[in-house]
């Protein structure tokens, strides 16, 4: 059974920075492209970042490109989410969602595990 666990959120003041962590078990990471979703009170799931199964590839919405970082380490079955320069605007659960060999999809349905979700609060 694939489990996915988040941890890291918090809450923080804006321009303050967050790793967020998500340790994959039941079968190895290598297996799964990853994607870190998050969604606010009131507003649709959205992706916030996607890596493909070895890296090599990447993607970022548009509101945190440049300010988030998205990493794995198969050895560890861990993918990491660096939030630098937070915003308010980026309170929301932040879940962390394994795509079984897959790229790293835009859409949440194109993913077939998820965790429990992270909170991550940034005040102003």
């Known amino acids: 059974q694939v489990q996915l666990v988040e941890s890291g959120g918090g809450l923080v003041q804006a321009g303050d920075s967050l790793r967020l962590s998500c340790v994959v078990s039941?079968?190895?990471?290598?297996?799964?492209?990853m994607g870190w979703f998050r969604q606010a009170p009131g507003k649709e799931r959205e992706l916030v970042s996607a890596?493909?199964?070895?890296?090599?590839?990447?993607r970022y919405s548009d509101t945190v490109e440049g300010r988030f970082t998205i990493s794995r380490n198969n050895a560890k079955n861990a993918v990491y989410l660096q939030m630098n320069s937070l915003e308010p605007e980026d309170t929301a659960v932040y879940y962390c969602?394994?795509?079984?060999?897959?790229?790293?999809?835009?859409?949440?349905?194109?993913?077939?595990?998820w965790g429990q979700g992270t909170q991550v609060t940034v005040s102003s």
């Open positions: 890596i493909g199964r070895n890296s090599g590839f990447t």
């Open positions: 039941g079968r190895p990471l290598s297996d799964f492209a």
């Open positions: 969602a394994a795509e079984d060999n897959g790229y790293g999809a835009e859409v949440a349905w194109a993913y077939d595990y």
